[in-house]
């Protein structure tokens, strides 16, 4: 069973998540009301799956994420209410596996916990789509340079740069004029020297290199 550990400053939101969960047969193992208590539960509780806001008092979901993350302690899903912010990139930044809009509806939920715990992508098509839409009227600036960028070949940053700028497997495919089992390819080599989990990892490390997808 799927242990899950919700984070949320306020009483009903937690209320609410735990009760969605546990009548799906997830077991919530315990709540947190800010981003220290979530540290130390996680390293009490071991959950599989952190449920963390973004927005606490004190320690932020953010730097939660971040010590988390670095223990190895869970795997953590961002929640937040104001969509796509600049704190939903730090979060993706500080190593959670994706995030939330806390309007999700309540088998969307469940599905995200499972997928996490199963080491699959978090975010759904349409919320990346929405991240996407949040980079759209700010060019690529080079900020914080990705761990392992200079392993990346010529053709990997290119391949980089397009999912920066949102494009598909198959629409890399043919800017890039390569087949389809060339772009997948590239795809996995990128994710692996950069260290990336998913698409929307790879949207912010591109914007954090600055590339620009090419012409």
Do not use: C, W, Y
């Not at 389809?180 to 989990?197: D, E, P, S």
């Amino acid at each position: 069973m799927t242990r899950v550990l919700v984070v949320d400053d306020q009483d009903l939101v937690r209320q609410g998540l735990r009760m969605i969960l546990e009548l799906a047969g997830v077991d919530v193992v315990g709540e947190a009301r800010d981003g220290e208590a979530a540290v130390q539960a996680a390293a009490r509780l071991r959950p599989d799956v952190v449920l963390m806001d973004l927005r606490m008092p004190g320690v932020d979901g953010v730097e939660a994420t971040r010590r988390i993350v670095a223990s190895g302690e869970a795997r953590v899903i961002a929640l937040t209410t104001f969509d796509v912010d600049q704190n939903v990139v730090d979060a993706l930044r500080a190593g959670a596996v994706g995030f939330l809009l806390k309007d999700v509806t309540s088998d969307g939920l469940v599905d995200a916990v499972r997928r996490a715990e199963a080491g699959e992508p978090v975010v759904a098509p349409a919320v990346l789509a929405r991240m996407m839409d949040h980079f759209a009227a700010r060019p690529p600036v080079p900020t914080v340079r990705p761990p392992g960028l200079d392993e990346l070949s010529e053709r990997e940053r290119e391949v980089l740069a397009l999912i920066g700028a949102g494009r598909s497997n198959t629409e890399i495919a043919h800017a890039l004029v390569i087949s389809m089992a060339t772009v997948k390819t590239h795809v996995r080599h990128v994710f692996a020297k950069l260290g990336l989990r998913d698409r929307a990892q790879a949207v912010v490390a591109a914007r954090d290199a600055g590339l620009n997808a090419p012409e």
